[in-house]
């Protein structure tokens, strides 16, 4: 849910009070989750500098999450609630929630105002004004230490109709003259940020509705560590448009889903595996496996986990050090690649629908990719695991 991501355990986010966002938006979920005051507004107040570098929230090189002007951002596949395809956002009224435009919108182009806190001064809440929403600061390393420190100098870039033309990338898609981009391009490029990417459940949602809109000849599932709303979806056959059928089915309820909660990643991902296995578990009653007439003996299964940081919680499941037992050739032991001391990993959890057998009632006739890296012929699941900011 948080728009902030940093790689460090406290840092800003930290700041005595929990800082989770860098722009004000009413969706922005708890009371307690403050958006983090400029360095102007503290000034206005008698803080002293560095201002505990609050100015690194709105740096790409700091808050991992933030604007990047180097990349281009497109809107999420697929239709909204509405059945409305997902289109460039509007400067002048970027939505909070591009599923439900009902949510609201800002204007990213005019100084808007919101209240926040800042506890380490002791200071009762303070009213940011005269803020301009379409905005990065360039930072600039004043130590040569490789470290976006409080200290470092920096420099605020407004995307304003007065400065004509922006350094973006030379990967910027949407930029005719690549690196550089014209306002229109560059304020485009914000909003389509401002809506589609502004949280990391955004942007797990963009990553996700790619896989999903571009799957052919394949069944697709999607179940979320918390069901935020009610969003599981079990395994359904995927038809060619995004706007239509199944596929919708599942992309809507992607996109409907939201963030909340923490991060059990082993209990679920080890329920998927289940899942995947026709093993009893938390998610759905159904089989999702073919029976052998329909290709069942040749069916491959993958599991692609996503999550914004690491794991928490305990681990319920019975698995031990899977991928360091020696029990099957793609163990290793601890000298091979995959072998380790640890227990009650991700890693194992990988390792234990991997090496075993997920339907041993069904001949074994999968047909290795080329390459050496998946040598099994039994049926079984591939995990790919996604993280960011970790």
Not at 98 to 111: A, E, K, V
Request: charge should be negative; glycine fraction near 10%.
């Amino acid at each position: 849910e948080w728009g902030m991501m940093t790689t460090e355990n406290n840092g800003i986010m930290h700041l005595t009070c929990p800082y989770y966002y860098a722009q004000p938006a009413p969706d922005n979920k708890d009371d307690d989750d403050w958006v983090m005051p400029t360095e102007a507004t503290l000034i206005a107040n008698g803080v002293a500098a560095p201002y505990s570098g609050v100015w690194r929230a709105w740096s790409k090189d700091y808050n991992q999450l933030y604007y990047n002007p180097e990349i281009t951002y497109a809107p999420w596949p697929g239709v909204n609630e509405s059945g409305v395809p997902y289109t460039n956002a509007s400067p002048t009224a970027a939505l909070y929630n591009p599923f439900s435009p009902g949510d609201g919108s800002l204007n990213l182009t005019i100084d808007t105002s919101y209240v926040t806190d800042y506890c380490p001064g002791g200071l009762a809440p303070l009213t940011v004004d005269n803020f301009y929403p379409a905005r990065y600061n360039i930072w600039i390393d004043s130590d040569a230490d490789g470290v976006v420190d409080d200290t470092d100098a920096h420099t605020l870039i407004e995307i304003k109709a007065t400065t004509l033309t922006y350094a973006g990338g030379p990967n910027r898609r949407d930029c005719a003259a690549a690196p550089v981009c014209t306002y229109a391009e560059e304020i485009q490029n914000f909003a389509n940020w401002f809506s589609y990417y502004r949280k990391r459940a955004s942007v797990a949602k963009a990553a996700y509705g790619q896989v999903i809109a571009g799957a052919s000849n394949a069944r697709v599932g999607l179940v979320t560590l918390h069901d935020n709303g009610n969003v599981d979806t079990e395994i359904k056959s995927m038809n060619p448009s995004p706007t239509a059928g199944d596929k919708r089915t599942v992309l809507d309820n992607l996109f409907s889903g939201y963030g909340s909660g923490n991060t059990p990643l082993r209990d679920n991902f080890n329920e998927a595996g289940k899942y995947l296995s026709c093993e009893s578990n938390d998610y759905f009653s159904a089989c999702p496996a073919l029976p052998a007439g329909s290709g069942g003996e040749c069916q491959q299964n993958f599991t692609i986990l996503m999550t914004d940081g690491y794991y928490n919680g305990s681990f319920d499941g019975s698995l031990g050090n899977t991928d360091g037992n020696d029990d099957t050739k793609w163990d290793s032991g601890t000298a091979g690649p995959y072998g380790d001391n640890e227990t009650k990993t991700l890693a194992d959890i990988a390792m234990e629908y991997y090496e075993n057998d997920s339907r041993p009632g069904v001949d074994n006739n999968l047909r290795p990719p080329p390459g050496g890296i998946d040598e099994n012929t039994a049926q079984h699941m591939v995990t790919y695991s996604v993280a960011f900011g970790v």
